[in-house]
């Protein structure tokens, strides 16, 4: 990711990489058929604690286990390389493992070193679904023209996002299956959250091969969202609930992309006011993970917590945006929420970022955060040994004006319990 409008991006104070975005924002109302805010039902701590388990959250992100996931995408591999091929096939086999359907979108794009070769891999869990909440990340490393520049690995950018992703497809499947099998046997009660399925898209191309521009950037998405938007759903799929004339990227509910993960100490600033709902639950996931303790890992009793987010205030407005593989989707009305560490890891677009760039705690912090985020998004139901109950705690809706006004004595509270000061600049 980068910004069009500053080389010198990182030694630029912080408002500054906020690029104002009256001019670059669509309409929002452009999607309002499709799924938007709603209150999202909270897992009971029971299931909290079994998500947070199973699988164990630190095997695929562990970068010395030569055979994680994160060890398999961490190297060289920049578009059109050898390198790249085996990367994606990888992520492809371990999603065809899981019998996801995968496709793979490629094209011809020209660069600054003439025609490329571009791969972007979709894998959907239910190809039949009508609608689908989007979980991106870019797994092509930036091209360097010489060595030992080439050897750049992009650990936070965005190898580690890309192993999340993988774990999180792991670890809800099952809960996939339950959900579709409640469904059919007529016993799940929000059929319209039950025909939403989950994808996850590996945008090839996110890197300038030169200089940060319109045409040298974001070549994966760029082309994605153009052939979505162009691609009508025809009435024989078997979709169901399918309106006439629907494009693809309008079945599209939310774009979560995730870049520059991975490294200590994040801040994650919600930039768009739409998606403020999905940031403000992805932050209520945090504080109950938090508060059962499940961040304790090893020496570290997880008891002293700074959040990963900048809390919202009333009144906060579209933030500006920092140019990413969401923009080209952005422009066609998709609502996106963006997790991006701004400022970016002090490593970025460096040699250091590499494996010794990434915070293990972290990772699986983001593993555990994005796992009760979307099981209550997508209405998943951790199979735990007591009988669902209706009442009381485990299913206590967490509304998003309640969130919103309990906001302030939230973070002066959660401030105040924190062992050390918290302090979000570098
Ligand atoms: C491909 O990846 C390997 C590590 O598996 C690395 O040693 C090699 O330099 C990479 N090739 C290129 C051309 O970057
Ligand atoms: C793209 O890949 C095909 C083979 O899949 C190859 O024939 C072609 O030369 C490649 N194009 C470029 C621009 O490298
Ligand atoms: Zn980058």
Redesign the pocket.
Known sequence: MALASSPRRRDLPLCLLLLLSILALPSLTWQASVLGERSLDALSSDAISLLVSTPDPVKNIDPTNPTSHLSKIL????PD???ST?VRNYIISTLRALKWDVEEDSFIGETPYGSKNFTNVIATKDPSAGRRVVLAAHFDSKFFATYPQ??FVGATDSAAPCAMMLDLAEALDPLLDARKQRLEDGLEDDEDVADTTLQLLFFDGEEAFKDWTATDSVYGARHLAERWSTSYISPHTKRRLLRPSETEISTVEHLILLDLLGAPHPLIRSAFLDTAWLFDAMISAERRLFDTGSFAYGDDEGSSLTSFFLPRREGDGNYGYIEDDHVPFLRKGVSVLHIIASPFPRVWHTLGDDASALDIPTMRRWNLILRVFMAEYLGLQPETKAPRSDDGQAHQSVAHSELVSTFAVMEWSWRLTLSSPVTFDQ
């Open positions: 190297i060289p591999r920049p390389t050898e390198n085996i080439n050897q």
